[in-house]
């Protein structure tokens, strides 16, 4: 997969390309390719050249919609070069994906609001020169899946998925990205008497990842609405060994009848 952009500021047939080995990646993989650069007629110091991986948000507020970006990772690939005229250059690199990116992908399909991608940023000429975003498609780690699909068999349906800047203000949670990512899920008939809705978080490490739940509750004569947050650890060796289904309805009617709720 190639990104191609001409750079800004000089016309003298100066380009970049990004050059990925595929741009398919899951949270905790490698993301390899090359930066290639091709001089015009005049030649330059590297100045600076970096490759990010970048999460664009996209809001609204009284003023209208806006897009805000952050970045979840970066590898400066600066060294002394000069770059002769008429010349091409290729810089190879390896970006270490973090274990809790947010997903962009399940299945093959695009997840509906998220939007990651991979900018490069090369100063030549004493200009600073920002490529577009070069969108990702990052996959779910198996565990994910099986989360996913245990929501899917117990009823619950994909509405749409958020991507937050900001530190998650839980306990014992541990995040290597400025942002997080909130699934959300439609309720089935089974629990719609006393849940609203259903978002999911995963934060994944290396060894196992910590699956939060936030549980919209439903208001009511003698209840209050409001949401209980259920987070619990899932171990990647243990994935195929358990019945994701019953667990998962268990850790709702563990988090639903503390508050004497029940289905």
């Given at each position: 997969?190639?990104?191609?952009?001409?750079?800004?500021g000089?016309?003298?047939?100066?380009?970049?390309?990004?050059?990925?080995?595929?741009?398919n990646?899951?949270?905790g993989g490698?993301?390899e390719?090359?930066?290639?650069?091709e001089?015009?007629?005049?030649?330059?110091?590297?100045e600076?050249?970096?490759?990010?991986?970048?999460?664009?948000?996209?809001?609204?507020?009284s003023?209208?919609?806006y897009?805000?970006?952050?970045?979840?990772?970066?590898?400066d690939l600066t060294?002394?070069l000069?770059?002769?005229p008429a010349?091409?250059?290729a810089?190879?690199?390896?970006?270490q994906?973090?274990?809790?990116?947010?997903?962009?992908h399940l299945?093959?399909?695009r997840?509906?609001?998220?939007?990651?991608?991979?900018?490069t940023?090369?100063?030549?000429?004493?200009?600073?020169?920002q490529?577009?975003?070069?969108?990702?498609?990052?996959?779910?780690?198996?565990?994910?899946?099986?989360?996913?699909?245990a929501?899917?068999?117990?009823?619950?349906?994909?509405?749409g998925?958020?991507?937050?800047?900001g530190?998650?203000?839980?306990?014992?949670?541990?995040?290597?990205?400025?942002?997080f990512?909130e699934?959300?899920?439609?309720?089935?008939?089974?629990?719609?008497?006393?849940?609203?809705?259903?978002?999911?978080?995963?934060?994944?490490g290396?060894?196992a990842?910590?699956?939060?739940l936030?549980l919209?509750?439903?208001?009511g004569?003698?209840?209050?609405?409001?949401?209980e947050l259920?987070?619990?650890?899932?171990?990647?060796?243990?994935?195929e060994?358990?019945?994701?289904?019953e667990?998962?309805?268990?850790?709702?009617?563990q988090?639903?009848?503390?508050?004497?709720?029940?289905?």
């Amino acid at each position: 997969m190639a990104l191609r952009h001409a750079l800004s500021g000089h016309g003298d047939g100066a380009s970049v390309d990004t050059v990925l080995r595929t741009a398919n990646v899951t949270p905790g993989g490698p993301l390899e390719g090359q930066v290639l650069i091709e001089t015009g007629s005049h030649g330059s110091d590297l100045e600076f050249l970096s490759v990010s991986l970048v999460g664009a948000i996209v809001g609204e507020d009284s003023d209208g919609e806006y897009e805000e970006e952050v970045e979840l990772a970066q590898i400066d690939l600066t060294q002394d070069l000069y770059l002769e005229p008429a010349q091409q250059y290729a810089l190879p690199f390896v970006l270490q994906m973090p274990w809790d990116t947010p997903l962009t992908h399940l299945y093959g399909e695009r997840l509906d609001g998220m939007e990651l991608g991979l900018r490069t940023d090369l100063g030549l000429f004493g200009e600073r020169d920002q490529g577009d975003l070069d969108e990702l498609r990052i996959h779910a780690l198996p565990a994910q899946e099986a989360i996913f699909e245990a929501l899917q068999e117990l009823g619950f349906r994909f509405n749409g998925a958020e991507l937050e800047i900001g530190e998650l203000a839980v306990a014992g949670v541990h995040q290597s990205v400025p942002c997080f990512q909130e699934i959300e899920f439609s309720v089935p008939d089974r629990y719609a008497a006393k849940l609203a809705e259903v978002d999911l978080t995963f934060v994944a490490g290396p060894h196992a990842m910590e699956v939060l739940l936030a549980l919209g509750r439903r208001g009511g004569l003698l209840q209050s609405s409001g949401e209980e947050l259920q987070i619990f650890t899932v171990e990647y060796p243990s994935v195929e060994r358990i019945d994701w289904p019953e667990e998962i309805h268990s850790w709702i009617l563990q988090a639903t009848k503390a508050r004497g709720i029940f289905f």
